[in-house]
């Protein structure tokens, strides 16, 4: 997810997308999404379990900014916001 100037990318893991986008667009969610206004679903994965999910969450946050740009950039060029499309 990133903010309306794409300025901060923040990677997260859920079980519920859709819930947990929401939440954080509405503002419900305490943290670094709420005070840097992170609102927008740029990118996801879906795994096939939650350990899978947590493993490739720390492996996209140890990578630079520049390799998490290029991953989002790679399928939503245009940093479009993806959650109406969940």
């Known amino acids: ?15 519920d997308l859709q819930k947990r986008v929401y939440e954080h ?12 206004n992170v609102k927008k679903l740029v990118y996801y994965e879906v795994a096939e379990t939650i350990e899978t999910a947590i493993a490739r969450e720390k492996q996209i946050k140890a ?3 520049k390799k998490k740009i290029d991953l989002i950039k790679s ?3 245009a940093f479009k916001d993806l959650y109406p499309e969940l």
């Open 1 to 15: 997810m990133t903010n309306k100037h794409n300025t901060v990318i923040y990677t997260g893991v859920t079980a």
């Open 63 to 65: 990578g630079s900014r």
């Open 75 to 77: 399928i939503n060029p």
């Open 25 to 36: 667009k509405e503002g419900l969610v305490e943290g670094f999404t709420k005070k840097y």
